[in-house]
């Protein structure tokens, strides 16, 4: 059974950092796809990184440049680092893995940004 668990969401001001960090149990994160979505109230849950089996990133046009999708083999983590965060970034972020037959969600964790 795999399971996720976020961690690492909280309250920072605009131009502030956080890191997100998916502890995965029941799978090895080297050698699956996974990648971090957010949903914001009333908007469609988007994908914001990619990070493939050969360990391809990927990201949406509005993070390039500011958020980096990682992973700890160690610590059989995924993480995701978020530099000069925005306002509009506030939304529940969500932990994503995919095997070849399943997907599994996080519970997700709240990023909330101040203006």
Do not use: H
Not at 103 to 115: A, I
Request: aromatic content about 10%; overall charge positive.
């Amino acid at each position: 059974q795999v399971q996720l668990v976020e961690s690492g969401g909280g309250s920072v001001q605009a131009g502030g950092s956080l890191t997100l960090s998916c502890a995965a149990s029941g799978a090895t994160v080297s050698n699956v796809e996974m990648a971090w979505f957010r949903q914001a109230p009333g908007k469609e849950r988007e994908r914001v990184a990619i990070m493939d089996r050969v360990s391809v990133r990927s990201y949406a046009n509005s993070v390039k440049g500011r958020l980096a999708i990682s992973k700890d083999r160690a610590e059989n983590t995924l993480y995701l680092q978020m530099n000069s965060l925005k306002p509009e970034e506030t939304a529940m972020y969500y932990c994503y893995l995919a095997t070849q037959f399943y997907s599994y969600w996080g519970q997700g964790t709240q990023v909330t940004v101040s203006s």
